[in-house]
């Protein structure tokens, strides 16, 4: 059973920085797509970053410029570097991986529990 564990949440000035990390326990056989979703009070989920898994990254535009996804496959973790933070950002930050098998037969979607970032102005 793979579970994905995340860290780093918390409270932080506006103009700071946090970065959270995402691994996963457990053996993931597959191709792996990582990505950062984050809901705000009262907001629909949205998709702030994302990593494939030849390394290719996408934005929310709302975040270019201020956050950065990286991943270590070797740790099957994944990270999210925030700067330049402001009360915008605050909300629940949840990892995602979608694993495809090598030959695309099948897939899997795992979610991590979600960490609390809050950004005070």
């Known amino acids: 059973q793979v579970q994905l564990l995340e860290s780093g949440g918390g409270l932080v000035q506006a103009g700071g920085s946090l970065r959270l990390s995402c691994a996963a326990s457990?053996?993931?056989?597959?191709?792996?797509?990582m990505a950062w979703y984050r809901q705000a009070p009262g907001k629909e989920r949205e998709l702030a970053a994302r990593?494939?898994?030849?390394?290719?990254?996408r934005y929310a535009d709302s975040v270019k410029g201020r956050f950065t996804i990286s991943r270590d496959d070797a740790k099957n973790t994944v990270y999210l570097q925030m700067n330049s933070l402001s009360s915008e950002d605050t909300g629940v930050y949840s990892c995602?991986?979608?694993?495809?098998?090598?030959?695309?037969?099948?897939?899997?979607?795992?979610w991590g529990q979600g960490t609390q970032v809050t950004v005070s102005s």
């Open positions: 995602y991986f979608g694993v495809i098998s090598h030959d695309g037969t099948w897939r899997d979607d795992y």
């Open positions: 457990g053996m993931i056989v597959g191709d792996i797509d």
């Open positions: 990593i494939s898994d030849t390394g290719s990254t």
